[in-house]
């Protein structure tokens, strides 16, 4: 079973910064791509970035972009996302997801598993 667990959010001050991480089981972690997926209180969904499987390839959404950092470590089984220069905005729940193949579609959302997601408050 497909297990994709995040960690790391909390309260912020705007300017500050916070490593969120994802601890993937279940399947074989390095064949897949992968991606952060945000959504705001009272928003809709939206794509943060993604990275394939073989970290070759990585997106940003241009919300992030210059200030969000995507990696992850093969051997860990581990996705996770620096952010920096944090603002209000970014104040979301962020979701970990898992794409079907060794490629994401940037902007996508055709994601097949999802975890629970992890609260990120951006507050003075």
């Known amino acids: 079973e497909v297990q994709l667990v995040e960690s790391g959010g909390g309260l912020v001050q705007p300017g500050g910064s916070l490593r969120l991480s994802c601890a993937a089981s279940?399947?074989?972690?390095?064949?897949?791509?992968m991606s952060w997926v945000r959504q705001a209180p009272g928003k809709g969904l939206e794509w943060v970035s993604g990275?394939?499987?073989?970290?070759?390839?990585?997106g940003y959404a241009d919300s992030v972009k210059g200030r969000f950092t995507i990696s992850r470590d093969n051997a860990k089984m581990t996705l996770d996302l620096e952010m920096n220069s944090l603002k209000p905005d970014d104040t979301a729940v962020y979701y970990c997801?898992?794409?079907?193949?060794?490629?994401?579609?940037?902007?996508?959302?055709?994601?097949?598993?999802w975890g629970k997601g992890t609260l990120v408050i951006v507050s003075s």
């Open positions: 990275i394939t499987s073989g970290r070759n390839n990585i």
């Open positions: 997801a898992k794409w079907g193949g060794s490629y994401y579609y940037h902007g996508g959302y055709g994601m097949d598993s």
């Open positions: 279940g399947f074989t972690f390095s064949s897949y791509a």
